[in-house]
């Protein structure tokens, strides 16, 4: 079963624009991760925030994580043609076990130039 | 070069005929995962072994199967027993104490 849900499913901005993706969640967690799918590829890994941290960067990335909420959010900075893609987000850890993800449906990002 | 090498790239089955996909890592990866993707879809977990000569169903094993005799090695077998089977097919691996997980390029199975 699928656990996150995200929003939007796509997203279409100009090259420079800041997009921000959300991922809900049911249960319980141990991290969350963020992953890109560029077409007909396999997954990259982005960033992991553990269920303890609120907020984390990585280059122009910055997650956010509400577990009260159970929610999470990625913004990517200053955004390029390049980062045109999928983004999904994977809970791992809690009652799915500690190495299972479980992934959204994902949110597919169009960076127009 | 390191990394998880699936193949093939595409693959096409006939009716009422298994086949087998592979994947290869040399990561030296306890943990390896196979995910089915459909289109516009995000993944879901097929199977995984988190050692040598054990494995586990995942949300959706009903009409494949898998073998893990080698570390590096996790084939999966798409059997005559999976009605639906087009879709892309991803398997990755990680540490079994770590959480990140590393992605092969996928398969991409067609019916004839």
């Known amino acids: 079963s699928q656990q996150g849900e995200e929003d939007p499913q796509a997203l279409s901005i100009q090259e420079g624009e800041n997009a921000t993706m959300n991922c809900s969640y049911k249960?319980?967690?141990?991290?969350l991760q963020w992953y890109r799918q560029n077409s007909g590829r396999g997954l990259v890994h982005l960033i992991l925030?553990?269920?303890?941290?609120r907020e984390k960067h990585s280059g122009r990335l910055r997650v956010t994580l509400d577990t009260s909420k159970k929610s999470s959010s990625l913004l990517i900075t200053a955004s390029r043609a390049a980062d045109t893609a999928s983004y999904f987000c994977?809970?791992?850890?809690?009652?799915?076990?500690?190495?299972?993800?479980?992934f959204g449906q994902g949110t597919r990002l169009t960076i127009n130039p | 070069d390191g990394g998880i090498t699936q193949s093939p790239k595409y693959l096409f089955r006939k009716e009422g005929q298994n086949v087998t996909l592979s994947c290869e890592q040399n990561?030296?990866?306890?943990?390896m995962y196979w995910y089915r993707q459909d289109p516009g879809q995000g993944l879901r977990l097929i199977y995984y072994?988190?050692?040598?000569?054990?494995?586990q169903k995942g949300d959706i094993a009903e009409g494949y199967s898998v073998s893990r005799e080698k570390k590096e090695s996790f084939p999966l077998t798409v059997t005559s027993a999976q009605k639906n089977p087009t879709a892309f097919y991803l398997c990755?691996?990680?540490?079994?104490?770590?959480?990140?997980?590393?992605f092969g390029a996928g398969t991409r199975l067609s019916v004839l």
């Open positions: 072994s988190q050692i040598v000569n054990d494995f």
């Open positions: 925030i553990r269920s303890n941290e």
């Open positions: 249960t319980s967690i141990n991290n």
């Open positions: 994977a809970t791992g850890g809690g009652r799915q076990g500690a190495q299972k993800l479980v």
């Open positions: 990755a691996s990680n540490e079994v104490a770590g959480d990140i997980q590393y």
């Open positions: 990561l030296n990866h306890d943990a």
